[in-house]
């Protein structure tokens, strides 16, 4: 079984010992395998020192460090070792957590490559890494999705991206979005809330001062893509690096939801038609008929 597959299976055994309004409440929705790999085959693209220091900060049951883990090593690129931090603040998870990061490191022996696992069970958006120094090469992330009180410690602690009321993921990208080594990877899959209006606006700015946003995967239907957790959301995967040598371009794919997400057509636009350059920040989506000129997606 890959790690990716065992990862889900644990993550499901979490997620259905849960009532519905405990999972929502929460903001537990697993990422889907299919989707996993998709994220991970393009943040992993790269990424090429021979130590890489891996941030998954909502873990759950750890899928996405799995699937970047695979990636990675499928890449076969002269890694020594690849250092992972899982966050999780549902303890829940704990077991399952470290039964794949046993996993991991004899994933990591037999392609003799040394893979640290440490597991921290708490809230990252309260940790002391929020405002710690870039120490990441890549972080790859399915934050928890509800909205905070500003008078929550987890929005005051991130004042700097918070304008009205706040969404916790917003506060997830943006802590991320600055704790990145020069030319890191960073990924997320969120709703697509984040990407207009005015209470994002502070978090969009923070984004893009540290990071260039290189691609954007949407989602057409608002069921298809987490299927398991019927999750009722516009969903979006964000691919970014940062620091890096300015793109005028940036790749744009759309697919209804996971069926057709590996044949999804891609298309490059001009940052300048995608990102606003005004204090808002507005980033506009494209419509699935706007996506039709098929480029590499390997790069």
Known sequence: ??????????????????????????????????????????????????????????????????????????????FSQIVITLFESDGRFLSSLERLASRMRRAGTRSDVRVNVSIRIEDFLLSEFTFDRPAFDLVIANPPYFKLRKSDPRSTRHSYAVHGQPNIYGLFMA???????????WCFITPRSWT?????????????????????????????????????????????????????????????GTSDLAAAPLRSLPICEVIAADPQSVISLPSAHQIAVPISFTS
């Not at 693209?45 to 499928?74: F, T, Y």
């Not at 995967?217 to 959301?233: A, G, I, K, P, Y």
Request: hydrophobic residues 45%; neutral net charge; charged residues 20%.
């Open 1 to 78: 079984m890959s790690l990716v597959d065992f990862a889900h299976e644990n993550g499901l055994l979490v997620t259905r010992s849960l009532a519905r309004d405990e999972q929502k409440e929460a903001g537990q929705f697993m990422t889907p395998p299919s989707i996993a790999l998709a994220m991970a085959k393009r943040a992993c693209v790269g990424i090429d020192r021979k130590v890489v220091h891996l941030l998954d900060p909502a873990a759950g049951a750890g899928i996405l460090a799995a699937a970047a883990l695979e990636e990675l090593l499928s890449r076969g690129t002269g």
């Open 175 to 185: 802590a991320c979005a600055a704790l990145l080594t020069k030319g890191g990877r």
């Open 196 to 256: 207009n209006g005015t209470y994002f606006a502070l978090a969009r700015r923070h984004m893009l001062a540290h990071l260039r946003i290189d691609a954007i995967h949407t989602f057409e239907s608002r069921r298809e893509h987490f299927t398991e957790d019927e999750v009722l959301q516009e969903a979006m995967i964000t691919w970014a690096t940062s620091h890096p040598v300015p793109s005028n371009s940036i790749i744009l794919s759309t697919s209804a």
